[in-house]
């Protein structure tokens, strides 16, 4: 692929200031493919003496490259911003844009922050918009290179969930979820090593064709899967070390310990952890 044929990206998406962020990730790119990369990320190098012969070839090739960077960065940004930038070398063209509009960066990840921490679920209403709001934030903030990372996504969701009306499925005492129960916390922390683990299961059934549905961790501490075949096991489980007794009263005793990717009808992937 070309300069000219990947630099379509760059042409669709010019450099007119509040999208710095975009366009540099975007001119990154090219620059990678064209292994252009190190002239804005490495010193500028410097002149060589002029009798070492070699030293003078590489630092043509230098001078070469560095041109060609220059034309494909002032190409891919307007004309105001290419006359105040057109007689800079690459890597002063980049620092001076970051001093321009890195504020703009700054302030956007700040209100997205402080609208992302500050969202909550209030009372009995929809689920799914909610979820909806909080990863296009999540995503937001990615875009401007603040990554939260897959744990930390998940927790805020669910943290800024209102729990006063949820019920345990430990206790069944109202106001919190099992993960956050004081007595099932205690008895985890008196529970005696070796001995056999009991677990109840909740099975949640789910028909639907609504692709916009959400499903959200119910509270239940444990999910269940009943074959092996796409499971990645994380520990195998001694015969009686775990065994989970299911709706119908029944005791199965759990061979191992892993999670299960689901791939979702919208494509979306739901990783099941403690499986």
């Known amino acids: 692929m070309s300069v000219i044929s990947l630099g379509g990206i760059l042409e669709t998406n010019k450099l007119v200031g509040p999208n710095f962020d975009d366009w540099y990730r975007n001119l990154r790119i090219v620059l990678m493919h064209e ?11 410097e002149v060589p003496d002029e009798n070492d012969e070699d030293a003078t070839k590489i630092y043509q090739k230098y001078l070469e490259e560095c041109l060609t960077t220059k034309c494909i960065i002032l190409a891919s940004m307007n004309s105001e911003l290419q006359r105040k930038h057109q007689d800079m070398d690459p890597t002063a063209i980049i620092k001076h844009l970051k001093k321009m509009f890195g ?8 209100q997205l922050s ?18 909806n709001h909080m990863i296009d934030l999540i995503e937001e903030l990615e875009k401007l290179g603040c990554k939260l990372g897959k744990e930390l996504s998940q927790d805020l969701i ?21 993960r956050n129960c004081p ?8 529970k005696k090593h070796g ?30 899967c009943n074959m092996l075949q796409g499971f990645q096991i994380s520990r195998k489980l001694k015969k009686g070390e775990i065994n989970l007794q299911v709706g119908n009263g029944a005791k199965v005793a759990a061979v191992a310990v892993g999670l299960i990717s689901l791939i979702m009808p919208t494509g979306n992937v739901l990783i099941l952890d403690d499986c």
């Not at 504020?103 to 700040?110: D, E, G, L, N």
């Not at 209102?162 to 919190?176: E, L, N, P, T, Y």
């Not at 683990?197 to 028909?207: A, G, P, Y």
Request: hydrophobic share 35%; aromatic share 10%.
């Open 35 to 45: 292994k252009l990369i190190d002239v804005i990320d490495k010193p500028a190098k």
């Open 114 to 131: 402080k609208a992302l921490f500050g969202s909550k679920l209030i009372g009995n209403s929809p689920v799914g918009p909610y979820v």
């Open 183 to 190: 007595e099932y916390l205690a008895t985890l922390k008196d």
């Open 103 to 110: 504020t703009q960066s700054r302030t956007a990840r700040y």
């Open 195 to 224: 001995k056999t683990l009991m677990k109840n299961i909740f099975k949640v059934s789910l028909t639907t064709t609504n692709s916009s549905f959400w499903v959200l961790d119910t509270g239940s501490g444990y999910n269940i």
């Open 158 to 178: 669910l943290q800024n969930s209102d729990q006063s009306d949820a019920v345990c499925f430990h206790c069944k005492k109202v106001g919190h979820w099992k």
